[in-house]
């Protein structure tokens, strides 16, 4: 059942009188539901409890916070196909791809859940004392990682679950020990609410303290520009556009007490073919770069919108091949009508660019938020030469530059702004003979992929989201896998503290059996 | 030998006009040499060259870093006593500080060459492919940290050696594999020479790079500020006051690309005395306080400048030993006429204050740059209404606050701002019973220390030298310590990556004999 209010900690509250309602992109109307937008009192009180619940559950035990983050997974799942319905009828997907989310969140959750379980995520760092050094004596020292406070997450357009309300940002705050006020993406409120409810049932049942979560609705920019100005508010998680995550980093860095926004933006995410591969396995790879740029309308931060390849009748054929494949396949349904008008716009501004070219595009009929998938081309000159060439457009657009040489390859590519990923494909024993452009494409991205597709984002620990500015405002953190959670915690440090009163984590007989650092010796044992 | 120039790189160049003198502070007189200011084309110059060197630095082995960084440290000492006499020359301090810290900056150097050498700081993380995974096979995934690119560092004042030329920050950056400009300090540029001779001299022995290093002289803000927004540096080290430290911050934050400052500003390091400390230890806290506020002329960022108690006949005691204990130590010399004078303005602005009372002052005669270590106090409830009293003095000063009872001593506490250090001194037993005052504490420092002084930053993996802001402008770093590095290095991923075009850290051989965790398991075997 969706009330159209917000949650302030576990209470539905809806004091205010600007509503708003959801699209369905699917069928180009309004949803039945409406929801009230948050006050900037309710807003406050939202702020002010998560501050008060932070005292409370940053000092609940690893245990515990597993315990919490896995009773939402089975929340989530108890919603069953509602949850799913209105998923699908505010985001315009499929069922088959919100079961899909679904289960990446459910995933995401149990994951962080088992990183607290084994314990060894807190950086447990110890340097014992040495009374009888000399001159001067050394006191004993224990390290770990302590969460930072009240976290704003929010919510992206393009995943309703699994980077929004519990998605990946929240639950790497939670299992961090912070508290979380989401801001639920305007595009998705309903879904929005069923999934708080689930989070809300979940904190409930574990007793944790009044506030630990709040979803607050808005459809302008002032709820996200009052929760990030707020001064009880510690750190910010994004997913968007660059012009809205460099907004919230702005007005972040600005604040009397400056605090980290991580904002995940966007990227153009590049791929190189090499002739190798273009002389070898030219068909394979056309429909394997069709799909990635189709996948999911072409709505994800991943969709390869670049490829760069060097001149001559391979890479020619690469074109036909790839042409035949976008031509064929079926358009979906982008996430909101004003999605489509920016891709549409985005598309068109850079078709409308000296010497861009239409490789293929799909020329049936579509419906009204439908996108029409699209490859232009244009030659390395010009392409270094306009920046326009270089912009994201949202939705499954891609843009393939054929450079003269290696040489003019390597200058586009120190040339390109960072990214998300960056995928090379070729022979394996091509890659020697490439190593500058490996080289220059590392130092743009953080994440680099042989012989594959940059969308699908693996949920594991070696995964990297994030990347050099603007695929994310701090390169130094990914949005994705459990180490997600280093963003919302800061380490501390105790001296001569005695061993009693630390924390589990740190006390002589390692209770929680982590690996420790213990005098620059990485080691499960005790002291 | 001092020759005023500027390094760019290998080369001592001074191509400009404007020239400078230090000063001696001891004898108050301007020192014999004439230093001359770097001009805009040679701070680019080192720039660019601190970036092409970066293309191949970075791909340097840990072991050639290693080495680098031990032959920097016997470059040091190779220098002798010729540059402990300039350092004391320049900064006033007498020899043995002048050997401590030469100490502490060799230590510092060793202790990133051990961590490279061991090689797990790379935090190398695995995940191995599942092929047969279903509905979508696995890939292959591995992540370890990189290097940012060109770091600026801006030396501080108060560590000539140890946070200055070749100090924590610069070594960290090229432990990361960052390429390195110091803003030289301008209080001492002739140390700041001769120690970066040192760092050219080993950089050529191991063949590195030309512009790995540079070291620019300049007066104002004018170098500083054309270096944090020259579009090729990547991150920013300082270590200084709040005002300068936010003023690189903003400058960093509103470039087009927003890169990571990490300044160590300041903090009044609090100390709270619980009630039976002062009955039973009343006398020895009251000497190790007053000589932690006198070391170094009380020029430590963890100088305790505020001391909290209970109001009482034990804390009027505790406060009369104080005196005693303070008057008798001589005073030493400061940095710099103007730190005196900033010393002398910051404490009587605060002795002006409505409240504000004196318990003991230095009271001989003193040579011009030395300065009166202070002490005066205030009730509890006059210091949370007046924010003046809580400013930093930097300097041998400290105010004590008598409170009324337990509250106001926590919401006192919750008022302050972020801190590098907060201490209690206390019978271990006690500590139980003043848990409220622990954890609001915690919340607000970056290190706790129990029954010790803040000064004394013990240089080991288990310290951190930050906290939240004002303090540090990240508290998810620290400045002192083998993971200092962190602030220079963000993580990567190689997906689905050949085997033998990894870099070592990642390959399944483990050849480094690292620490990795493969599959969510910490291990140091191969695969």
């Not at 920016?342 to 009204?368: C, L, M, S, Y």
């Amino acid at each position: 059942m969706i009330t159209g209010k917000n949650y302030i900690g576990s209470q539905l509250i809806a004091s205010g009188s600007k509503t708003y309602k959801t699209i369905n992109p699917q069928l180009n109307i309004e949803n039945p539901w409406t929801f009230t937008e948050a006050t900037p009192q309710e807003i406050d009180q939202a702020v002010t409890l998560a501050n008060n619940a932070f005292k409370i559950y940053r000092n609940c035990s690893d245990h515990q916070k597993a315990a919490f983050l896995n009773t939402i997974a089975e929340e989530i799942l108890t919603l069953g196909d509602e949850l799913l319905d209105v998923y699908c009828t505010e985001s315009g997907f499929p069922k088959g791809r919100a079961e899909g989310e679904r289960g990446r969140t459910i995933f995401q959750l149990r994951s962080f859940a088992n990183m607290l379980t084994e314990g060894s995520w807190l950086e447990a760092t110890i340097d014992t004392a040495i009374p009888n050094r000399s001159p001067l004596p050394k006191d004993d020292l224990r390290k770990m990682l302590v969460p930072l406070g009240p976290v704003v997450v929010f919510g992206s357009s393009n995943f309703p679950f699994a980077f929004s309300t519990a998605g990946g940002d929240t639950v790497s705050a939670l299992a961090a020990g912070c508290t979380v006020i989401v801001k639920s993406h305007s595009m998705h409120i309903g879904t929005g609410e069923m999934v708080a409810s689930a989070v809300i049932k979940a904190a409930q049942k574990h007793k944790m303290p009044e506030g630990i979560f709040s979803n607050l609705i808005g459809s302008g920019v002032t709820l996200g520009t009052s929760l990030v100005k707020h001064p009880l508010v510690k750190a910010v998680g994004f997913t968007g556009s660059i012009n809205g995550g460099r907004a919230l980093f702005d007005l972040a860095s600005q604040r009397p007490e400056p605090i980290p926004v991580f904002a995940e933006m966007g990227s153009i995410n590049p791929v190189v073919i090499l002739p190798g591969a273009l002389e070898k396995n030219s068909q394979k790879w056309a429909t394997a770069y069709a799909g990635s740029i189709t996948l999911g309308t072409g709505q994800f931060c991943t969709n390869p919108g670049l490829l760069l390849g060097i001149k001559g009748e391979n890479l020619n054929q690469f074109i036909r091949q790839l042409a035949e494949e976008i031509e064929k396949i079926q358009p979906s349904c982008m996430l909101h009508p004003s999605i489509k008008a920016d891709f549409n716009n985005g598309r068109e501004k850079i078709r409308a660019q000296n010497g861009v070219t239409t490789v293929a595009e799909f020329k049936g009929e579509i419906a009204p938020n439908y996108a029409s998938q699209t490859i232009l081309t244009v030659d390395g000159e010009t392409f270094l030469e306009n920046p326009t060439l270089r912009h994201e457009v949202f939705g499954p657009f891609s843009i393939i530059v054929q450079c003269d040489n290696n040489e003019e390859l390597e200058t586009i590519i120190n040339k390109l702004d960072g990214q998300l990923t960056g995928t090379i494909i070729g022979e394996p024993m091509e890659l020697n003979n490439y190593k500058m452009i490996v080289d220059a494409l590392q130092n743009r991205v953080g994440r680099l992929i042989f012989n594959g597709v940059p969308t699908g984002v693996e949920v594991c620990a070696s995964m990297i989201h994030g990347g050099p500015y603007p695929a994310s405002s701090d390169s130094r953190f990914t949005a994705v896998g459990i180490h997600a959670v280093k963003r919302w915690v800061r380490p501390f440090s105790y001296q001569n503290w005695p061993d009693e009163l630390l924390p589990e984590a740190l006390q002589d007989n390692n209770p929680l059996n982590i690996y420790r650092t213990i005098n620059d010796i990485i080691t499960n044992k005790t002291i």
